[in-house]
């Protein structure tokens, strides 16, 4: 039975971190998503406006990865590998900020800082689990085998 209420628990972390990381993809079609998340005045620089819907765009893709990890067990240890990468890569840019420009993004690296650990834990868990299904199938379970004529 824990084995069900965890999987319960990660189906859900995983759809919960997904949709959370893909909000900033509102951005692509409400210029209010824009303002509300980075502070962007009423006429914005194109190139900033094009840059920030595209990372828009990107993190819609990375939060769909993650709530298709939640249904997918298979696909887990890429999509939680790819989005800790992503995710590590942002920290690392945010703190190579003076520390006057990171603070406004302080709750977004926060939230990525959880996230990492989240899916670093899922994804041991999924490798593991993995790892007990092979090693199971090598102790002696009877496995059947193709007919030969």
Known sequence: MRSRKAEVAVRAALAVL????ATPALA???QGAL?????????PDPMVLALLQHRGVLQGALGSALI??????????????????TKSSFIALMFSLPDSSWRD???????????????AFIAVRQVRAGRTVVA??????HRPHAHRD
């Open 28 to 30: 692509v079609g409400w």
């Open 136 to 141: 199971a199938g090598e102790s002696g379970r």
């Open 105 to 119: 993004a302080a709750s977004g690296v926060l939230f990525d800082v959880v996230t990492i650990a989240l899916l």
């Open 18 to 21: 997904g949709v959370i990381t």
């Open 68 to 85: 298709w990890a939640a249904y997918r067990p298979a696909v887990r240890v890429p999509v939680a590998v790819t989005a800790i990468i």
């Open 35 to 43: 303002e509300f998340g980075y502070g962007l005045g009423d006429e």
